[in-house]
């Protein structure tokens, strides 16, 4: 018997089921690959790369360009493997103890229990509303009577959809007490356009993640980003490893982040989508739709689990969620290209309709 570290083998894992699906909409990727006019740039960009030399310059460049569009500075920037690696090592940071406890709501991003167990810290879940509306009372109240060390909200949540507004994240941030971090993680924000990060300079506490793996179509590169205090930035910088991010995936967000305005089109167009989607979604029988700031709908159906085995069956990937706590018979759809969209939709519609 090999020796593992104490607790590995009980560690959850992320559980999606991956085939070579027809279409693809259970991952919120975007599904179309980089703008033409970026990737030309982007080729002659990568043919100049110093792959001799460690990417301490491609490194800056991009925290100076990030930090120089929100008016902050590099300190103020820590880059990362996607957020995810962001998030994990926050956990990390403010874990190391069953002692430390992390709040965050639920139904969420689900690797939050699981970056909680990892970090050996204790977990404390605060249930959304049915509607998956937060009580931000409820939510302080949570992370005042355990003392928390880290708080994390997502908005717009994963995988509900729901934004919550800035003054309510304001209202957190102003009612639990400054030695808690509270991070907001806004994967989704591109397709929200309200962001925490004006908050910043006022409560220093406060940990904003960002992403390029959603509106910016780069999950393949993993890059995400954090913008904090310089402090929070030096102490959480300790729990990574020297050239942690790779030169190609640097370059390329680099490139990416200089030409977002490319992007603008069709992060409206996945709006656009959203919003025609939901109201295709709403017109059928026992479909509940929620209302959503993102790129995809979440979707309640007395028989999810049987309408997610009929898409199977047609090579649509959507994402179940099992008996997951509040996600009881709750599907998840990204929005991909129009036709995509048309295509599951007209699947759905046949099995709601019994037509399947
Ligand atoms: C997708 C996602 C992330 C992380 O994505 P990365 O690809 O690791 O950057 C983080 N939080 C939420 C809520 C997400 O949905």
Same mark, same amino acid.
């Given at each position: ?13 992320? !559980? ?12 919120? *990727?975007? +599904? ?35 930090? !120089?569009?929100?008016?902050? *500075? ?70 005042? !009577? ?11 949540? +994963? ?19 400054? +030695?808690?971090?509270?991070?907001? !993680? ?10 925490? $990060?004006?908050? &910043?300079?006022?409560?220093? +506490? ?11 179509? &780069? ?36 490139? $990416? ?26 017109? &059928? ?72």
């Amino acid at each position: 018997m090999l020796k593992y570290r104490t607790g590995l083998k009980d560690m959850p894992s992320y !559980d999606v089921v991956e085939r070579d699906w027809k279409i693809k909409v259970n991952a919120n *990727e975007c +599904n179309m690959n980089l703008p033409p006019m970026v990737e030309d740039r982007l080729m002659g960009r990568l043919s100049r790369v110093a792959f001799n030399r460690y990417p301490n310059e491609e490194y800056d460049a991009l925290r100076e360009q990030i930090a !120089d569009n929100h008016k902050l *500075e590099i300190e103020n920037v820590l880059l990362g493997s996607g957020s995810s690696e962001i998030i994990e090592k926050l956990f990390y940071c403010f874990g190391g103890t069953k002692a430390k406890k992390i709040v965050y709501p639920e139904p969420s991003f689900s690797m939050y229990r699981i970056y909680t167990k990892a970090a050996q810290a204790l977990g404390v879940p605060v249930s959304l509303e049915a509607d998956y509306s937060l009580d931000v009372a409820k939510f302080v109240a949570a992370v005042n !009577d355990h003392k928390a060390s880290l708080a994390v909200i997502c908005n717009p949540n +994963n995988p509900t959809g729901t934004g919550y507004s800035v003054s309510d994240i304001e209202f957190i941030a102003q009612n639990i007490p400054s +030695n808690c971090a509270l991070l907001i !993680d806004e994967a989704y924000m591109e397709f929200y356009g309200r962001t925490s $990060v004006g908050l &910043l300079k006022k409560y220093p +506490n406060l940990i904003i993640a960002r992403t390029f793996s959603k509106a910016y179509g &780069l999950a393949s590169a993993r890059v995400g980003y954090m913008l904090a205090s310089k402090v929070i930035v030096t102490m959480i910088e300790k729990s990574y490893m020297p050239y942690h991010m790779n030169v190609l995936s640097l370059a390329t967000a680099d490139i $990416v982040y200089q030409m977002r305005h490319e992007y603008v089109p069709r992060i409206q167009m996945m709006i656009a989508e959203r919003k025609r989607m939901s109201t295709e979604l709403d017109k &059928l029988p026992g479909v509940t739709v929620y209302p959503s700031e993102t790129n995809f709908v979440l979707i309640k159906y007395a028989k999810a689990k049987e309408l997610n085995e009929y898409l199977e069956s047609k090579g649509i990937g959507v994402r179940c969620f099992g008996d997951a706590p509040g996600l009881k018979n709750c599907l998840r759809i990204s929005m991909g290209l129009r036709e995509e969209n048309d295509q599951w939709y007209d699947a759905i519609k046949q099995f709601v309709e019994g037509r399947a």
